[in-house]
C-alpha cells in the first residue's frame, strides 16, 4: 500500500514538474513563435510587393479563390493585392497566387503548393508566366500554345477568378451592355462551343473561340440578341446589327460565319435524351442540308469527363466525330485518339474495332471515345 | 467522400511515402529483426495492429482535446504515453485472448514502443492536417487508413528486405561490408526502385 | 587523479569506442533522416546533446526516488519533456532548422540512445559521471552524423551551405566545387543516407578488421618468441 502511495506520488510529481516547465517555455516562445509565422506568411507577400510592411488578410468563398490580401506599405497606403485560389490541374489541386497593383496590372502570378509534374510547372514559370505579367487583368489574354496542358489550364480558371472579383465579370458587363440584367449559368446540355451559358433573363450564351479570338453570342431559339468579346470587331458589328433576327441571316463575309451559324442551330436543335452516355441529339447538317443525326455524349475518361459528338448518316454509317469538351491531357488526344478516327468514319458495326481497340490503346481518353461511340451506333441503327 | 481518396491514402503512403524508405522510421528493426521472414511478419503485424490503434486514438485526442484547450504542444509526451499504455494494453488483451498468438507477437510487442514508425506515423497524421482538408470524421478515417497503408508499406519492406537477406548470407561478400552495410546497400538499391514510385502519384 | 581519468574514459567512450552510431548501431533513423546537409545535422546534432545531457542529469539525480516498477514511463517522460522544451526553444528562435527537421524533432523522444543512456548509466551512477557520459554519447552521435552530412553534401551538391538552416546572421557556401564527380543528386535523397552510411560503417568495419588481425598477429609472434624460449631453456 505504502509502496503504491510512493509510486503515484513521484508519478505526480513527474507530471507536475513536467507541465509546469513546458507551460513556462511556452509562455515564453509562443509569442516568438507567432511572430515568425506572421514573418513568414509575409514572405510570400513582400516577394511580390517588395516595399509592403504590412498585410490584411481577408477569406473570400468564391469556389475558385480562398483568399484576399492587402499589403500596405509604411505610409500605410494600399500598394497591391494578392489573390489566392486553387484550381484542379493534372495532378490535383494546385495553388497560384496572382499579385494585382492598384492600377489593375498583373505584378506577378506565383504558384504554390501543387502535384503537377515539375518539367510542366517549370516551363509555365519560365515561359509562359512572365507574359502575364503588366497585363491589365481585365482584359488579360492567354498564349494558345499553353492552353495545350492541364497545369496551364488551372493558372487560367485562378487569374480569370481573381479578374473577376478584381475587376468586374466581363461577362456581367456584356450583358450588361446588352441591356441585359441578370445573372448567367453554365450550362453542360448543349455543349457545341468551348463553353454555353443560359441566362437568367432567358435565352442563352455562347462561348466560341474563333481565330481572332474569343467571341459571345446571345440567343434565344434562332433570334440573336447580340454579341461582344475579343473577336474581330468586323463580326460583333455584324452580329449586333442583326439583333432581333434570326442567326441564318448574318451576310457576311468572313471565314467565321459557317462557324457562328452552325454553333447556334446546333444548340437550338439540341434535344435532349436519356442514354447511359448519350444525353442529346440533333439533326446532323451539312450545307443546310440534314444527312443524319448527331449524338451528344458523356463519359469518364483517364481523368474527367469527356464529351464527344457522333455523327451518324440516315444509312447509319459513321460521319464525323468532333470532342467537345476534353478533360484528359490535350496533347496525348491530339496525338493518339484523334487520328484513329479517320479509320473509323463509314462503318457501321464496330465490335470489331472495339476488340482491338484500335485508337483507344489501353488508355482512359480511347476508353470514353469506345463507350459513347459504343452507344450511338446502336441508336443510329447500326452496331448491335 | 468517394473510395478513390482511401485507395489513394493506402497506395501513397504504402508505396510512394514508403516509411523505411523515404522517411526511414523503423530502420531499427528493418536492420535487426528482419534476417528470418517468420520474424519479419510477426513484428510487422504487431506494428500494423499499434499503428492503427494508436492514430485513431492520437486523432481524437488531439482534435477533441488537446486542440480545443490550446494545449496541443504537449502533444509529443501525450503521445508517447498513450502508445506507450497501448502497447501495454495490447499486450494484456493478447495474453488474455490468446495464448497463442501471444507466443507470436508478445515478444515484440515492448520493442514497439520505442519503434520511431509509430510516434513519426502519428505525427505526420497529425501534421497532414486531415481534419482540415475532409473534415473531422472522414478525416479520422483518412488518418486511420494512412495508418494503415503505412504499416502495409512497413511489412512490406520487411518482407522483401529478409527473403534478400536470407540470400546475402550465402552471397560472397567482403569482410569488411558483411552484416549490416550490406543491408544497407540493398536497402539504398530498394530506395532507389522506390523513387520511380513517386511519378505515379 | 585516478577519477579524473575516469571521467576521461567516460567522456572519449561515446566518441570512439562506443560510438552510438558506427559502434552500437543506435540512432539510425535520425542518422538517414536528417543528414542531408552539414547544417541539419549539426543541428540535430546539437538537440540531441541538449536533450541527452539535461535527461541524464536529472534521472541521474532523481534515480533513488523513483520506484523500480515506473522506471521507464518516468524516464519517458523526463525525455519527451526536455524533447517538448527544445521543440519549442528551436520552433522560436531557429524556424529554418524546425521547418528543416520536422518530425523528427519529436521522434528524439524514440530515439534508441537517449532511452538507453538512461537505464544503462544515469539510473545508475552518480550525477557527475552521469552528466559526462552523456555528454560524450550526444557528441559522438554529433560528429558522426555530421561526418555523414558531410560526406552526402558535399558528394551530392559540390559545396557545404551555412546559414541556411541554423541562425548563423550570415548565409553563404565553402568549397563550391564544380565537377559531375561532386554533383551525384541522389546522394541528397533517401537512397544517398543509405549508401553513404553503409560506406561509413564498412570503412569502420576494415579498420577493426585490420586492427584485430594485427592484434593477433602480435599475439602469435609473442607466443612463438615465448615457446622458443622455453625450448632453448630445456635444452640448456
Not at chain 1, 267 to 284: D, K, L, N, Q, W
Not at chain 2, 104 to 122: F, K, S
Not at chain 3, 140 to 157: D, H, K, N, P, V
Request: proline share 4%.
Amino acid at each position: 500500500m505504502l509502496s503504491k502511495l510512493k509510486t503515484s506520488l513521484v508519478l505526480t510529481v513527474i507530471g507536475l514538474l513536467s507541465g509546469l516547465s513546458i507551460w513556462g517555455i511556452n509562455e515564453l516562445t509562443a509569442p516568438i513563435i507567432a511572430e515568425n509565422q506572421a514573418a513568414e506568411e509575409l514572405g510570400i507577400f513582400i516577394e511580390l510587393f517588395p516595399e509592403g510592411i504590412r498585410v490584411d488578410q481577408e477569406a473570400v468563398e468564391d469556389g475558385t479563390i480562398n483568399q484576399i490580401t492587402t499589403v500596405y506599405d509604411g505610409d500605410d497606403q494600399a500598394i497591391g493585392t494578392v489573390l489566392r485560389g486553387t484550381a484542379n490541374g493534372y495532378g490535383g489541386e494546385m495553388t497560384v497566387l496572382v499579385g494585382v497593383a492598384p492600377n489593375g496590372e498583373i505584378v506577378d502570378v506565383i504558384i504554390g503548393d501543387n502535384s503537377e509534374t515539375a518539367n510542366i510547372v517549370g516551363g509555365l514559370i519560365e515561359e509562359y508566366l512572365p507574359n502575364l505579367n503588366g497585363q491589365p487583368i481585365s482584359e488579360v489574354s492567354y498564349d494558345a500554345e499553353t492552353g495545350a496542358t492541364l497545369s496551364y489550364n488551372a493558372v487560367q480558371t485562378v487569374v480569370n477568378a481573381s479578374r473577376n472579383l478584381v475587376a468586374g465579370d466581363p461577362l456581367i458587363e456584356l450583358l450588361e451592355d446588352l441591356g441585359l440584367s441578370g445573372t448567367y449559368e453554365e450550362t453542360t446540355l448543349f455543349v457545341p462551343a468551348t463553353n454555353a451559358y443560359t441566362l437568367s433573363a432567358g435565352g442563352e450564351m455562347l462561348e466560341l473561340t474563333l481565330d481572332s479570338g474569343t467571341l459571345y453570342v446571345l440567343f434565344d431559339g434562332l433570334t440573336v440578341y447580340g454579341a461582344g468579346g475579343s473577336a474581330d470587331p468586323l463580326i460583333v458589328d455584324a452580329i449586333n446589327a442583326i439583333q432581333g433576327a434570326s442567326i441564318e441571316t448574318l451576310e457576311l463575309d468572313h471565314p467565321d460565319r459557317t462557324q457562328i451559324i452552325r454553333a447556334v442551330a446546333d444548340t437550338v436543335a439540341t434535344e435532349p435524351m436519356e442514354g447511359e452516355f448519350i444525353f442529346a441529339s440533333r439533326p446532323y447538317v451539312v450545307d443546310g442540308e440534314t444527312l443524319g443525326t448527331t449524338y451528344l455524349g458523356t463519359s469518364i475518361g483517364f481523368r474527367d469527363d469527356n464529351t464527344f459528338a457522333m455523327s451518324f448518316l440516315e444509312t447509319g454509317e459513321l460521319a464525323r466525330i468532333e470532342n467537345i469538351v476534353l478533360s484528359d491531357t490535350p496533347d496525348y488526344y491530339r496525338d493518339n485518339v484523334e487520328p484513329g478516327f479517320e479509320g473509323l468514319y463509314g462503318l457501321t458495326e464496330f465490335s470489331e474495332v472495339f476488340a482491338n481497340d484500335v485508337f483507344a490503346g489501353a488508355t482512359g481518353t480511347g476508353a470514353s471515345v469506345t463507350d459513347i461511340l459504343k452507344e450511338a451506333a446502336i441508336l443510329a441503327g447500326g452496331d448491335q | 467522400m468517394s473510395a478513390t481518396v482511401f485507395v489513394t491514402a493506402i497506395l501513397s503512403s504504402m508505396l510512394i511515402n514508403n516509411i523505411i524508405l523515404t522517411r526511414f522510421l523503423g530502420v531499427c528493426p528493418f536492420l535487426g529483426v528482419s534476417n528470418r521472414i517468420e520474424k519479419a511478419m510477426g513484428m510487422s503485424v504487431a506494428v500494423i495492429f499499434v499503428m492503427v490503434i494508436a492514430s485513431a486514438v492520437t486523432y481524437l485526442l488531439y482534435y477533441y482535446v488537446l486542440a480545443p484547450l490550446e494545449i496541443s504542444y504537449i502533444s509529443t509526451i501525450a503521445f508517447i504515453l498513450i502508445i506507450a499504455s497501448l502497447v501495454q494494453l495490447v499486450e494484456m488483451v493478447i495474453k488474455k485472448v490468446s495464448k497463442k498468438l501471444y507466443k507470436g507477437l508478445g515478444i515484440y510487442l515492448p520493442l514497439i514502443t520505442t519503434n520511431c514508425a509509430i510516434l513519426g506515423v502519428v505525427e505526420l497524421n497529425i501534421n497532414a492536417g486531415f481534419n482540415a482538408e475532409y473534415g473531422m470524421w472522414n478525416g479520422f478515417f483518412v488518418a486511420v487508413t494512412t495508418a494503415f497503408g503505412a504499416g502495409l508499406g512497413f511489412a512490406l519492406i520487411l518482407f522483401a528486405f529478409s527473403s534478400i537477406r536470407e540470400r546475402l548470407e550465402h552471397a560472397p561478400v567482403p569482410e569488411s561490408w558483411k552484416g549490416i552495410p550490406v543491408s544497407l546497400v540493398v536497402a539504398a538499391i530498394m530506395a532507389l526502385a522506390f523513387i520511380g514510385l513517386g511519378g505515379i502519384a | 587523479m585516478n577519477e579524473k581519468l575516469n571521467l576521461m574514459k567516460e567522456f572519449t567512450k561515446g566518441i570512439v569506442s562506443e560510438n552510438p552510431i558506427f559502434v552500437m548501431l543506435l540512432g539510425m533513423c535520425p542518422a538517414l533522416a536528417v543528414t542531408a546537409t552539414l547544417e541539419t545535422s549539426l543541428g540535430m546534432g546539437l538537440l540531441v546533446i541538449f536533450v541527452l545531457t539535461l535527461s541524464n542529469v536529472l534521472i541521474s539525480s532523481v534515480r533513488k526516488f523513483i520506484p523500480e516498477n515506473v522506471t521507464i514511463p518516468a524516464f519517458i517522460v523526463v525525455i519527451a519533456t526536455f524533447v517538448t522544451i527544445v521543440r519549442m526553444l528551436t520552433q522560436a528562435y531557429a524556424p529554418a532548422l524546425f521547418d528543416a527537421l520536422g518530425i523528427y524533432i519529436p521522434l528524439i523522444v524514440v530515439n534508441c540512445i537517449i532511452l538507453g543512456r538512461a537505464t544503462a548509466f544515469a539510473s545508475k551512477n552518480k550525477v557527475l559521471p552521469s552528466l559526462i557520459d552523456g555528454l560524450g554519447m550526444a557528441i559522438g552521435f554529433t560528429l558522426a552524423i555530421s561526418l555523414i552530412g558531410i560526406l552526402r553534401e558535399i558528394f551530392g551538391t559540390g559545396a557545404i551551405a551555412y546559414g541556411v538552416y541554423l541562425p548563423l546572421g550570415i548565409q553563404g557556401s565553402i568549397l563550391n566545387i564544380d565537377s559531375p564527380l561532386f554533383n551525384i543528386a541522389i546522394l541528397t535523397g533517401p537512397a544517398g543516407g543509405f549508401l553513404i552510411l553503409a560506406v561509413l560503417l564498412a570503412f569502420f568495419n576494415s579498420r577493426k578488421i585490420k586492427k584485430a588481425e594485427k592484434l593477433k598477429a602480435e599475439r602469435k609472434r609473442l607466443a612463438k618468441e615465448k615457446r622458443a624460449a622455453k625450448a632453448k631453456e630445456v635444452t640448456a
